[in-house]
């Protein structure tokens, strides 16, 4: 090895851990770590460029993080492309449904689950928890849902959500 050989990782972590997060971005960016340049870029917040970051990251976890991040500071658009990356893993739809919960963007969850229900790579849970979203806040949407998706959708969770709600027709 030669003298002049710096582990950019190692600094990068290092300037990351004591809040110097200019430089970490150009280290986490000369050694092409996008999870963590996504989280940097966060911080710094440079959403956008945070979620072009996740974007090559590739990683649910960073998908997660830039996610909850831009609920928090009301960037529901790139918080829908992140969203929609981590509603996937039907692990993982509880605690993204919670950050959205916290804040009271029920409409902008609903949305999300919407925009999901439609994609490729749809599970039981996004429907399930789109028909307790709608029980809740939109009641209108309610029986509709109930008649196209009853299918896919978790009968029980779903006969508790409106049993609670006092949607006794549906």
């Known amino acids: 090895t030669s003298p002049n050989v710096a582990d950019i990782q190692t600094v990068g972590d290092r300037c990351f851990e004591e809040?110097?997060?200019p430089a970490a971005k150009v280290l986490y960016t000369h050694c092409s770590n996008n999870a963590k340049l996504a989280m940097t870029l966060v911080?710094?917040?440079?959403?956008?460029?945070?979620?072009e970051a996740a974007k090559k990251a590739n990683s649910?976890?960073?998908?997660q993080y830039v996610c909850q991040e831009c609920v928090k500071a009301l960037e529901f658009?790139?918080?829908?492309?992140?969203?929609?990356?981590?509603?996937?893993s039907p692990d993982h739809l509880d605690e993204?449904?919670?950050?959205?919960e916290i804040g009271c963007h029920f409409e902008e969850l609903m949305e999300l689950l919407e925009l999901g229900q439609s994609g490729e790579q749809t599970h039981q849970g996004i429907f399930t928890e789109l028909g307790v979203?709608?029980?809740?806040?939109?009641?209108d949407k309610l029986m509709e849902h109930i008649k196209v998706f009853w299918q896919r959708m978790n009968v029980?969770?779903?006969?508790?959500?409106?049993?609670?709600?006092?949607?006794w027709a549906e």
């Open 133 to 139: 979203q709608y029980s809740r806040h939109a009641s």
């Open 96 to 100: 993204l449904v919670h950050v959205y």
């Open 43 to 51: 911080r710094l917040g440079e959403l956008k460029e945070a979620v």
């Open 156 to 167: 029980s969770r779903m006969l508790t959500a409106c049993e609670s709600g006092r949607h």
């Open 19 to 21: 809040a110097l997060f």
């Open 60 to 63: 649910l976890r960073t998908w």
């Open 77 to 88: 658009r790139l918080a829908q492309t992140a969203g929609l990356k981590v509603i996937v």
